[in-house]
């Protein structure tokens, strides 16, 4: 099974800057969606940013113009670069690799549906 990794989390302060990696075990390519989710305590976990494979993007209407999502195919990783970090920014951020038909190849079979990592948690000082 593909597994996603997330890394590059930590402590900043407001208006700092911090640059999450979401790798894969396989191929970013397989995923005909990948995206960044971040749950706060006592919220539910939200779309931040979401990437297809064609390249287009989406932000939540908060995060536009601060954060920018990028995938790199050669190196199987997403990365999501926070500018501008605010202290409603903190949260756990997973990733999520969406699969809309299963793939198989001659060596690997993955059934279709969502893949997610552990998560990274990002905590925004004031």
């Known amino acids: 099974q593909v597994q996603l990794v997330e890394s590059g989390g930590g402590l900043v302060q407001a208006g700092g800057s911090l640059r999450l990696s979401c790798a894969a075990s396989g191929s970013t390519r397989i995923f005909n969606f990948m995206g960044w989710y971040r749950q706060a305590p006592g919220k539910q976990r939200e779309l931040v940013a979401g990437i297809s494979r064609g390249g287009s993007t989406n932000y939540v209407d908060s995060v536009k113009g601060r954060f920018t999502i990028s995938r790199d195919n050669a190196k199987n990783t997403v990365y999501l670069q926070m500018n501008s970090l605010k202290p409603e920014d903190t949260a756990v951020y997973y990733c999520?690799?969406?699969?809309?038909?299963?793939?198989?190849?001659?060596?690997?079979?993955?059934?279709?549906?969502?893949?997610w990592g552990q998560g990274t948690q990002v905590t925004v000082s004031s």
């Open positions: 999520k690799g969406t699969l809309g038909l299963p793939y198989s190849s001659s060596s690997r079979y993955y059934p279709a549906g969502d893949y």
